[in-house]
């Protein structure tokens, strides 16, 4: 009934005839199953004026269809015992359920009626929009969620990568349920969707209920903008008075679909993913600069990053930022020793194995890994792909990806480029 080739045991794909993709992995042990749609519904799909719409659209879906008004939905969530949630990101949106593996044809039916009848009530839209303004407002209160807003702005500079997710209060404030019509009939098409399914479940079975709730849908979604960042090294301070200074890092680095993409966690692991790792010992053990310091990667279909943060007192920001970028110097010069291979892929196996064991994470896990490379990862392939890097391996990825340039440098705090950075980064 579907296409199996190649895949590996327990884990399934099909195509409908009218383009929506669906995957699975069965796991027989669980009485769960979570599943997920992925479209390209995202930030960088926003008209450019109505930035925040994407977001605004997560909560306004939910909102009523043509048959339920929010509060029966609701109901008829809750009487399955159904989890629901949807999120956005930069690229891509999820919408998604968790439920017992006996309620999910009666969950997909709702689902169903969320995808393809919504009707966002204006009725809705003042308190959903005013739910983002609270955001907004909280977001711009704590530097600590806007530092890396600050600085994807000019890693990403050019590009819609660099937006702000909630958007402005000012763009926020004047979207319409018009604005919301139009980017649902735009974004969300089969030709867009891919179904992501984990836990107890008869495959075919499923395959026919997609078929007979969305066999019928059609229409066809515009291709996404193609995102060409092209970082460049830069500085950029946001003056804040305040006894706390907040500095973010990015810097390219490999991303999901290159060969050196698990060198790279290793590598990240290494500098700041544990309270073993060197800039937890270097910047907070040793010389107690920090209340906070971590580094790990992020990325997107086109160019991957590796992030730092470090929480500061403005007295101790500069020796703090020294401090890291010698760290990172010293990582592309030296690489890692045979100690820290060994502990960070240790760390990194349990993360993944303990990730992996419900079916909302593998759910999530398999779309992703289906989304960049067109493949879907077992999580024994993951832990082999991570027991087969080598300290060369990290070292060539250094050469490839330097850790310092170019450096896109964001801070929050009462310091001036000069008092914080000086002469650092030459």
Same mark, same amino acid.
Request: hydrophobic share 45%.
């Given at each position: 009934m579907s296409d199996q080739q190649g895949l590996p045991p327990n884990y399934f794909y099909h195509t409908l005839p009218n383009g929506i993709e669906l995957?699975?992995?069965?796991?027989?042990?669980?009485?769960?199953? +979570?599943? !997920?749609?992925?479209?390209? @519904?995202?930030?960088?799909? *926003?008209?450019?004026?109505?930035? =925040?719409?994407?977001?605004?659209?997560?909560?306004?879906?939910?909102?009523?269809?043509?048959?339920?008004?929010?509060?029966?939905?609701?109901?008829?969530?809750? +009487?399955? !015992?159904?989890?629901?949630? @949807?999120?956005?990101?930069? *690229?891509?949106?999820?919408?998604? =359920?968790?439920?017992?593996?006996?309620?999910?044809?009666?969950?997909?039916?709702?689902?169903?009626d969320v995808l393809l009848n919504s009707t966002f009530p204006n009725s809705e839209l003042e308190q959903m929009r005013n739910l983002v303004l609270q955001e907004i407002r909280r977001r711009d209160d704590e530097p600590m969620s806007r530092i890396f807003e600050l600085v994807r702005a000019n890693f990403y500079k050019g590009t819609a990568l660099s937006r702000l997710v909630l958007g402005t209060d000012e763009q926020v404030r004047q979207l319409k349920r018009q604005d919301l019509r139009d980017f649902w009939q735009a974004r969300y098409q089969p030709n867009n969707v891919l179904f992501s399914i984990a836990g107890k479940f008869d495959w075919d079975h499923v395959v026919e209920r997609m078929q007979g709730l969305f066999g019928n849908w059609q229409g066809e979604a515009a291709p996404s903008p193609e995102q060409e960042p092209h970082p460049t090294q830069s500085v950029s301070l946001e003056f804040r008075e305040g006894k706390q200074e907040h500095i973010g890092m990015m810097v390219p680095f490999p991303n999901y679909t290159d060969q050196d993409y698990y060198a790279a966690m290793v590598a990240a692991e290494v500098l700041g993913g544990s309270?073993?790792?060197?800039?937890?010992?270097?910047?907070r053990e040793k010389r107690g600069l920090v209340y906070s310091v971590s580094a790990g990667l992020s990325g997107n279909k086109h160019i991957g990053a590796l992030r730092v943060y470090a929480g500061t007192t403005p007295e101790q920001g500069r020796e703090c930022l020294e401090v890291i970028v010698n760290e990172l110097r010293k990582l592309e010069k030296d690489g890692i020793t045979a100690d820290e291979l060994e502990r960070a892929k240790v760390q990194l196996k349990s993360e993944n194995v303990m990730r992996g064991e419900g079916s909302g994470s593998?759910?999530?896990?398999?779309?992703?890994?289906?989304?960049?490379?067109?493949?879907?990862?077992?999580?024994?392939?993951?832990?082999?792909?991570?027991?087969?890097?080598?300290?060369?391996?990290v070292l060539s990825m250094l050469q490839r990806y330097s850790p310092v340039h170019p450096l896109t440098v964001a801070a929050i705090g009462p310091l001036s480029q000069e008092e914080l950075v000086g002469n650092t980064l030459s």
């Open positions: 995957i699975g992995q069965y796991m027989p042990s669980l009485s769960s199953i +979570s599943f !997920g749609f992925q479209l390209d @519904a995202a930030v960088v799909h *926003e008209p450019e004026e109505k930035q =925040g719409l994407a977001h605004l659209f997560e909560y306004m879906l939910f909102q009523g269809t043509k048959t339920k008004d929010a509060r029966a939905l609701n109901e008829a969530f809750e +009487s399955l !015992g159904a989890r629901k949630g @949807a999120s956005t990101s930069l *690229e891509t949106a999820m919408v998604w =359920g968790q439920i017992v593996n006996t309620k999910f044809d009666a969950t997909l039916d709702l689902f169903h309270m073993a790792s060197r800039l937890f010992v270097e910047v593998r759910m999530s896990a398999i779309l992703r890994s289906w989304w960049y490379e067109r493949q879907l990862k077992t999580i024994q392939e993951i832990k082999d792909a991570i027991d087969a890097v080598t300290q060369e391996q």
